[in-house]
Structure formats: structure tokens, C-alpha cells
């Protein structure tokens, strides 16, 4: 299961890329709590009047088209992650703007890596998906799933989208130093005191830090390749 997650935690890094977090208002922020409090005494529910017809067209990004058959799953992990977060779901222009924002990334995304000859194959998704059910229960799985409102065979094309744009990051160098190291260390330790000796976390922090120095590369990469995108938004 811990390798399903950080699969997935490649679409909490696109969704951080989008706008939408950049044009919070102060307003927003003051009434997240009661947003939260509404929002938990209440099941999430995708209507049929947020999704689209399969070939419905969303957006045109360098002469590719997205249609509504990628649209619909990600509108799901993108109403449901700002769910999770206790953010206001209510307003679904803003949710299909975000998600619109997030298919237009995920193609540059896959447009460059495909230049660079970074690929990831059907056998490779399936071998992979395969790893993730060995490694979870089927309640784990299905769970999962049911959360994100996808079904299998959504959950296994955003698998390869995702193992695209990790292989996409790992070709981003990414240096982090002892000093980096130690520092962020003191800063867990003031946190918890009980937390092992450096030598004990030292990969862990290593591989964190990495991590945050790929997203950032990867947010500065995305937005460098919007500049010479051509992009048409149909909805």
C-alpha cells in the first residue's frame, strides 16, 4: 500500500501546480473551518451534471485534444482531494477549472517527456498495478478506489500518466547537502524529541528533501513549458 501512495502523491503534486491555491482570498480562509465542519456531515456526491460525455472536447493542447474521457476521473480525485482537505466543493466552475488546469499540465508533461524518450508501456503499468494489489489487501484496493470514485481501469491509465511524470522527475538533478540535512533534522527534532538518531532517518530525510527539490524543479519546468504551449480551452 505504501507504493500505491506515493504513486498517487504524483497527482497531489500536478494538483499544486494549478492556479487555483495561488488565488485563495482572505474570505476563504475564515470560513474554512465551517466549511469543514458543513462538509463533514456530508457524503461526497459527483452528479451526473458534473461529468462529461466521453468525447465531449475540453481542451486543445499543442493540436492534442482531451476529451471528457480524461476529464471525468480526474474531476473525481480533484473534488474529492479538496474534500479531504475540508475546502469548499460547492462550487464546481472551480473545481472544473481546476481540473482543466491539471489535464492542460499533465499533456505538456507527457508532450516533453515523450521528446526526451521517457515512455511507460501497458506491460509496465499492468506489472505495476499488479505490485499494488500484491502489496495491499483487496479491501485496501477497493477502498481506494471507491474513494476517489474511479474504477479500475481509470485507476490503471492515471497509473501510467503517473509513472510518466515519475520517471520525468527523476531525470531532474537534485543535490541536497549534509547541511540540508542536519537542519532539517533539527527541526524534527525540536518537534518530537523522541525521534531516532540522525544516523537512523538520515535516508529518509535525504529521499524528502530530493522529493521537494524535484517538485519544485518540476513546477518551474511546467511553467516554462505553458509559456510556449499552444493552448486552447474548449469548456
Known amino acids: 500500500m505504501k507504493k500505491l501512495l506515493m504513486i498517487l502523491i504524483t497527482l497531489t503534486v500536478i494538483i499544486s501546480l494549478a492556479a487555483c491555491g495561488d488565488d485563495e482570498t482572505e474570505e476563504s480562509e475564515n470560513t474554512e473551518d465551517n466549511t469543514t ?5 456530508q457524503e461526497l456526491e459527483i452528479t ?13 493542447v499543442n493540436g492534442e485534444e482531451i476529451n471528457g474521457v480524461d476529464y471525468n476521473p480526474i474531476y473525481s480525485q480533484v473534488k474529492t482531494t479538496m474534500y479531504q482537505y475540508g475546502q469548499d466543493v460547492s462550487d464546481h466552475e472551480l473545481i472544473k477549472n481546476q481540473t482543466v488546469d491539471i489535464l492542460v499540465e499533465q499533456a505538456l508533461i507527457k508532450q516533453d517527456a515523450e521528446k526526451e524518450g521517457i515512455e511507460v508501456t501497458e506491460e509496465e503499468a499492468q506489472e505495476e498495478l499488479n505490485t499494488i494489489k500484491e502489496t495491499s489487501s483487496e479491501e485496501e484496493f477497493t477502498a481506494l478506489l471507491d474513494q476517489y470514485k474511479m474504477t479500475e481501469e481509470d485507476f490503471q491509465k492515471q497509473l501510467m500518466d503517473d509513472l510518466i511524470t515519475i520517471k520525468y522527475v527523476d531525470e531532474f538533478e537534485a543535490e541536497v547537502s549534509d547541511e540540508e540535512i542536519q537542519e532539517y533534522y533539527d527541526q524534527l527534532k525540536g518537534q518530537n524529541e523522541e525521534i531516532g538518531e540522525l544516523e537512523e532517518v538520515e535516508g529518509q530525510i535525504k529521499e524528502i528533501l530530493v522529493n521537494e527539490k524535484q517538485s519544485e524543479q518540476l513546477r518551474a519546468k511546467v511553467e516554462e513549458l505553458k509559456k510556449d504551449a499552444e493552448v486552447e480551452t474548449v469548456l
Not at 465542519?37 to 456531515?41: D, F, G, P, R, V
Not at 461529468?51 to 481542451?59: F, P, R, W
Open 37 to 41: 465542519s458543513e462538509q463533514a456531515q
Open 48 to 60: 451526473e451534471e458534473e461529468k462529461l460525455d466521453e468525447d465531449t472536447s475540453v481542451a486543445v
